[in-house]
C-alpha cells in the first residue's frame, strides 16, 4: 500500500493519513503536537471499522526529528514511514474531579527537575515491552525516552501540576524509592491539555494505578486552568483505551501517524 498519503479525506473506505487530515506545511506533516484543538470529524462517524491499524508505507522527506527523542534521519534525507492508526480522545474538566487514591503501600511524588531522568526510566520500562515500544522507536531506546521526558520538561508549554510519578518507598535503596509509574502534561492552546505518557511498569499494574494517575493529572490541568484533556492512544492498545474509556474519554478522531522505519 505505497504512497496512501495522497488518498482523499473523508472518502468512505480510504486510507486516511495524518496528511489527509493536516496537509504538510512547513516541516511536513507535523504530526499531532502541530494538530490544534478537536474540531468534528465525519469520518470517524463513517467508518472507524474499515481503517486498518497499520495504514500503507511511504517515501518522505525527513525534516530532522519532530522532537529531541526523534532518531530520524537528518533533515532533507529519505526515510521510509508506516502509518499507524491512533485514536485521539478527549474529555471536558469540571470541577470536582474524583480523588485520585492509591493502594496502601505506594505515594505520589510531583514535579520536580530532578526527577526529569526518572520518569524518562519509567517510561522506557513501561513501554519498551507493550505495543507502543513495539511500534515507535523511542518507546524501545533508553536514551530517547531520557530525551522525550528532557523535552517534555523543557517545553514551554510544560504542565508540572499534571506531571506525577508513582511510587513506592524503598529505604535501602540509593534512590528511596521503587518508581512504578508517571504521566505528564503538556499545554496545547489557552485551554487544553494533552497527556502525554500515561504508563504504569508490568509488574504493577491492574492495581488501579493508571486511573489513579489520570485523575491526579486531571486534578492538576485543572488547577493550571485548563478545561479539556486529550491523548492519542494507539488503536489496538486495549487496556489503555479501555481505561481511558471508563474514564470518561470519548474518541473525537482517527489519524494516521507516521512512523520512521530504521
Ligand atoms: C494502560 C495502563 C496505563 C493501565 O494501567 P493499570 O494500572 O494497569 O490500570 P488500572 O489498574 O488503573 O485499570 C483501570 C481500568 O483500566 C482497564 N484496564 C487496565 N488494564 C487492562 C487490561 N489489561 N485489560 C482490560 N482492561 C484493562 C480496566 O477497565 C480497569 O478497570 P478494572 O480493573 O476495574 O476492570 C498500563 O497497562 C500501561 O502502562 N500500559 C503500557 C503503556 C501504555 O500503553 N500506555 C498508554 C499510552 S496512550
Known amino acids: 500500500m505505497a504512497g496512501q498519503g495522497g488518498k482523499t479525506a473523508g472518502a468512505r473506505g480510504a486510507i486516511l493519513t495524518f496528511k489527509d487530515y493536516f496537509p504538510p506545511t512547513k516541516g511536513e506533516s507535523q504530526l499531532l503536537e502541530a494538530a490544534g484543538p478537536f474540531r468534528s470529524d465525519p469520518f470517524v462517524d463513517s467508518a472507524p471499522e474499515e481503517l486498518p491499524f497499520l495504514g500503507g508505507t511511504d517515501t518522505i522527506r525527513s525534516c530532522g526529528g519532530r522532537k529531541a527523542a526523534d532518531d530520524s534521519p537528518p533533515k532533507g534525507e529519505e526515510m521510509k514511514v508506516q502509518y499507524v492508526k491512533r485514536l485521539r480522545m478527549g474529555q471536558r474538566l469540571e470541577a470536582p474531579i474524583r480523588a485520585a487514591e492509591l493502594p496502601?503501600?505506594?505515594?505520589?511524588?510531583?514535579?520536580?527537575?530532578?526527577?526529569?531522568?526518572?520518569?524518562?526510566?519509567v517510561i522506557y520500562q513501561g513501554f519498551v515491552h507493550d505495543l507502543d515500544g513495539s511500534i515507535f522507536?523511542?518507546?524501545?531506546?533508553?536514551?530517547?525516552?531520557?530525551r522525550l521526558m528532557r523535552s517534555v520538561?523543557?517545553?514551554?508549554?510544560?504542565?508540572?501540576?499534571?506531571?506525577?510519578?508513582?511510587?513506592?518507598?524503598?529505604?535501602?535503596?540509593?534512590?528511596?524509592?521503587?518508581?512504578?509509574a508517571s504521566i505528564q502534561g503538556l499545554r496545547r492552546g489557552s485551554s487544553t491539555a494533552a497527556i502525554q505518557n500515561v504508563v504504569v511498569r508490568p509488574e504493577f499494574r491492574r492495581?488501579?494505578?493508571?486511573?489513579?494517575?489520570?485523575?491526579?493529572?486531571?486534578?492538576?490541568?485543572?488547577?493550571?486552568?485548563?478545561?479539556?484533556?486529550?491523548?492519542?492512544?494507539?488503536?489496538?492498545?486495549?487496556?489503555?483505551?479501555?481505561?481511558?474509556?471508563r474514564m470518561g474519554f470519548e474518541m473525537r478522531q482517527i489519524i494516521y501517524r507516521e512512523v520512521y522505519l530504521e
Open 153 to 180: 520538561a523543557a517545553s514551554v508549554n510544560f504542565l508540572p501540576r499534571g506531571t506525577w510519578l508513582i511510587a513506592r518507598p524503598k529505604p535501602l535503596s540509593p534512590e528511596g524509592y521503587e518508581f512504578c
Open 207 to 245: 492495581q488501579g494505578l493508571g486511573r489513579a494517575l489520570l485523575l491526579k493529572a486531571m486534578e492538576g490541568f485543572l488547577a493550571s486552568g485548563c478545561r479539556w484533556t486529550e491523548l492519542t492512544v494507539t488503536a489496538l492498545t486495549h487496556p489503555a483505551i479501555r481505561l481511558y474509556e
Open 104 to 121: 496502601d503501600g505506594y505515594v505520589w511524588l510531583p514535579w520536580k527537575e530532578k526527577l526529569t531522568d526518572i520518569h524518562g526510566r
Open 137 to 146: 522507536p523511542t518507546f524501545r531506546n533508553f536514551d530517547a525516552c531520557l
